[in-house]
């Protein structure tokens, strides 16, 4: 059996990479794989264990993984806050999982993502029950904060890129993509989505039919109050709203 994780900040697009890797273009279930969605998030999954996941993270994960009857088997991480580096260390340096390592650059943008899902209340829309922003988006974090957020976010990624990229055995058994990998000019990408289904052992797609929706466009950025605030002091550095730029962040 495969053992891979797919391990992301939040807001980067790896649910759409989840029903790429996880679906199979007609039933909507791949029957090759099992995945456990969000594994560190959901309640329901957290008092099965009665394991301090963020104590034991590999004896946490293991316990869904080890269930699995299936050729492939994995599960998405959104890492966050609550992740310090010696837990993310402790997750990716685990010889027995393969890696997928997602992030968006656009810092700005996933920040943004995450605001308007909070506002609409909708984390993963399905496309039948999506309601595109129409109304005027007032953040309800102050510049400083959104400026920590972003540089935490940063930080954060960057770790986790230096630590694949110089671990010989970790960068043999990782493969890192970007949000533009799979989303690219308002299409799913999906000749990178089966290059990725590939990785963890599964057949390619012929079609793929996502399952959730993009919350973000460029008409949800025209309903941001402060637009032209927020790229003023963020947009070079972190990315502007519906640039294709790579942020200069990245370049350093």
């Known amino acids: 059996m495969i053992k891979f994780l797919l391990v992301s900040p939040s807001r980067c697009g790896?649910?759409?990479?989840?029903?790429?890797?996880?679906?199979?273009?007609?039933?909507?279930l791949d029957k090759n794989c099992t995945m456990v969605n969000e594994i560190f998030n959901h309640q329901a999954y957290i008092k099965q264990t009665g394991?301090?996941?963020?104590k034991k993270p590999l004896q946490y994960i293991n316990f869904f993984l080890n269930k699995a009857k299936?050729?492939?088997?994995?599960?998405?991480?959104?890492?966050?806050?609550?992740?310090?580096e010696n837990i993310i260390d402790n997750i990716l340096l685990c010889p027995k999982f393969k890696i997928i390592f997602m992030y968006r650059e656009n810092l700005l943008e996933s920040y943004i993502s995450g605001r308007v899902a909070?506002?609409?209340?909708?984390?993963?829309?399905?496309?039948?029950?999506?309601?595109?922003?129409?109304?005027k988006l007032v953040l309800d974090h102050s510049m400083e904060q959104i400026g920590q957020r972003l540089q935490a976010r940063y930080d954060q990624v960057k770790h986790c890129?230096?630590?694949?990229?110089?671990?010989?055995?970790?960068?043999?058994?990782?493969?890192?993509?970007k949000y533009t990998d799979i989303y690219k000019n308002e299409a799913i990408q999906l000749d990178q989505i089966n290059k990725i289904r590939a990785f963890v052992g599964l057949k390619p797609l012929k079609k793929m039919t996502p399952w959730y929706v993009k919350q973000n466009n460029n008409k949800t950025?025209?309903?941001?109050?402060?637009?032209?605030?927020?790229?003023?002091?963020?947009?070079?550095?972190?990315?502007?709203?519906?640039?294709?730029?790579?942020?200069?962040?990245?370049?350093?």
Request: glycine share 10%; charged share 25%.
């Open 14 to 28: 790896s649910q759409l990479l989840v029903s790429g890797i996880y679906g199979d273009g007609k039933t909507g």
């Open 161 to 177: 890129l230096d630590l694949i990229g110089s671990n010989k055995d970790l960068k043999s058994r990782s493969v890192i993509v």
């Open 51 to 54: 394991v301090k996941r963020f």
């Open 221 to 252: 950025y025209s309903h941001i109050v402060n637009r032209k605030e927020l790229e003023e002091k963020f947009g070079e550095k972190f990315g502007f709203l519906g640039s294709s730029e790579t942020p200069l962040i990245w370049s350093q």
């Open 118 to 135: 909070k506002f609409k209340k909708q984390y993963m829309a399905p496309p039948a029950k999506y309601n595109p922003l129409t109304e």
């Open 70 to 84: 299936t050729k492939s088997s994995g599960a998405k991480i959104l890492i966050g806050p609550m992740f310090r």
